[in-house]
């Protein structure tokens, strides 16, 4: 279970930032789930941008399954790993075709070639249900504050999904993952500025 110390931090940075975080903008989700694929290793901007220039050409599941994969490859080059992206967004898109649907379950999606824990859980918090993101800035800023005890994604997935109550797990995800963006940064972390630097036991010498 949570510690005390672990409840008032997370309220504290509840309060502080916005109820509604999104970081991909997208409705639809056959295209959201695809931009988290562009996204990894990857800024959300430039997904974004692979995204839009993908579905210019190819709006839909049926276009996508008609796509070559060397299509889709040129059209996303600029996302990175863009080989892996595009066979795994066309298997995402051949999946749908088969099933009518996206899974909506961690064990079902991460069957789907190219879609592992991290873009499951990114899709179950986009559906509003329980979901762990455990990214570069959440497992930073969670191990910084002190709420896991392990540094490496798996571990800290694991225990954020037995100390922590469910209904708390996608809006953590969201708002440590902002914190580690806009204040606790991987290089400068900016603890003079923290709303919880008082609590966090990483937090510089010389903050009052």
């Not at 989700?29 to 993908?54: E, G, H, Q, W, Y």
């Not at 990175?80 to 595009?86: E, S």
Request: hydrophobic share 40%; with cysteine; charged share 30%.
């Amino acid at each position: 279970m949570e510690s005390s110390i672990d409840s008032e931090i997370l309220n504290i940075l509840f309060c502080y930032y916005p109820e509604k975080i999104e970081f991909i903008e997208e409705k639809d989700p056959f295209k959201f789930l695809s931009t988290v694929i562009l996204s990894a290793s990857n800024t959300d901007i430039s997904a974004k941008r692979s995204a839009d220039k993908l579905f210019s050409v190819f709006p839909d599941v049926d276009a996508i399954c008609l796509a070559n994969t060397e299509e889709i490859e040129d059209l996303i080059r600029s996302s990175g790993l863009y080989k892996n992206k595009a066979r795994s967004i066309k298997a995402l898109a051949q999946y749908i075709k088969e099933n009518g649907k996206i899974p909506e379950s961690v064990e079902e999606l991460t069957a789907i070639p190219g879609i592992g824990v991290k873009t499951a859980n990114c899709y179950l918090g986009f559906l509003a249900r329980p979901a762990v993101i455990v990214d570069t800035h959440f497992a930073r800023v969670s191990y910084r504050l002190g709420l896991v005890k392990k540094k490496d994604p798996a571990s800290i997935y694991k225990e954020i999904r037995e100390r922590y109550d469910e209904k708390i797990w996608y809006r953590m995800s969201m708002v440590l993952n902002l914190h580690g963006r806009v204040c606790c940064l991987a290089k400068t972390p900016k603890c003079k500025v923290c709303p919880v630097s008082m609590f966090c036991p990483s937090r510089e010498n010389d903050v009052q």
